[in-house]
């Protein structure tokens, strides 16, 4: 009988640009790796970029008007759609394969999350109501030995000159015979 179960790893980054190079321990009886997801857990706020202020034009009459940055009247519908935080790389790698099995961009979180939600009119979708989604990456990969190397590469820092603080959680699902 085939179980399912996952392993948790956590990286603490701390430092602008850090690399950290990590092990993950796999059962004896694993028959093979079935998915892979991460999480980013905060431990200073996010750095908030810079705003851009308004800008002053002369009309025509003299009078001054303030154009502020995202004010483009010659277009007529803007698209509400935010681009992710991208935080960081993730690789993993199994001992007994050549290659990388698994390769991602790690973002904080979906931005884009209540887009289309009416209900955000009178309730907001936020990480402490509502949670940011993680999806398992599925994946089938048998005859995997017991133990993975990995790497995660620190972006966010690295953008902001800035040392942050964050963790980052990987979670490998398999499966095992009982």
Same mark, same amino acid.
């Given at each position: 009988?085939?179980?399912?179960?996952?392993?948790?790893?956590?990286?603490?980054?701390?430092?602008?640009?850090?690399?950290?190079?990590?092990?993950?321990?796999?059962?004896?009886?694993?028959?093979?790796?079935?998915?892979?997801?991460?999480?980013?857990?905060?431990?200073?706020?996010?750095?908030?970029?810079?705003?851009?202020?308004?800008? @002053? +034009?002369?009309?025509?009459? =003299?009078?001054?008007? !303030? *154009?502020?940055?995202?004010?483009?009247?010659?277009?007529?519908? #803007?698209?509400?759609?935010?681009?992710?935080?991208?935080?960081?790389?993730?690789?993993?790698?199994?001992?007994?394969?050549?290659?990388?099995?698994?390769?991602?961009?790690?973002?904080?979180?979906?931005?884009?999350?209540?887009?289309?939600?009416?209900?955000?009119?009178?309730?907001?979708?936020?990480?402490?109501?509502?949670?940011?989604?993680?999806?398992? @990456? +599925?994946?089938?990969?048998? =005859?995997?030995?017991? !133990? *993975?190397?990995?790497?995660?590469?620190?972006?966010?820092?690295? #953008?902001?000159?800035?040392?942050?603080?964050?963790?980052?959680?990987?979670?490998?699902?398999?499966?095992?015979?009982?």
């Amino acid at each position: 009988m085939m179980k399912e179960s996952v392993i948790v790893t956590k990286l603490s980054i701390k430092l602008e640009g850090e690399r950290k190079h990590f092990q993950v321990k796999l059962p004896s009886d694993i028959k093979s790796i079935i998915g892979i997801e991460y999480s980013i857990r905060l431990a200073d706020m996010w750095p908030v970029p810079p705003v851009e202020p308004p800008r @002053e +034009v002369v009309n025509p009459d =003299g009078t001054i008007s !303030l *154009i502020l940055p995202d004010d483009d009247s010659s277009v007529a519908i #803007k698209s509400k759609f935010k681009a992710n935080q991208f935080v960081g790389e993730l690789r993993l790698q199994s001992y007994d394969q050549m290659n990388w099995f698994y390769a991602a961009d790690v973002y904080a979180n979906d931005e884009n999350l209540n887009l289309c939600d009416v209900s955000d009119l009178h309730f907001r979708v936020k990480e402490y109501s509502h949670g940011i989604p993680r999806y398992e @990456e +599925v994946m089938i990969i048998p =005859g995997i030995s017991t !133990l *993975i190397q990995g790497w995660y590469l620190d972006a966010l820092g690295k #953008k902001y000159n800035q040392n942050l603080r964050y963790e980052v959680g990987i979670y490998v699902w398999i499966t095992t015979e009982e």
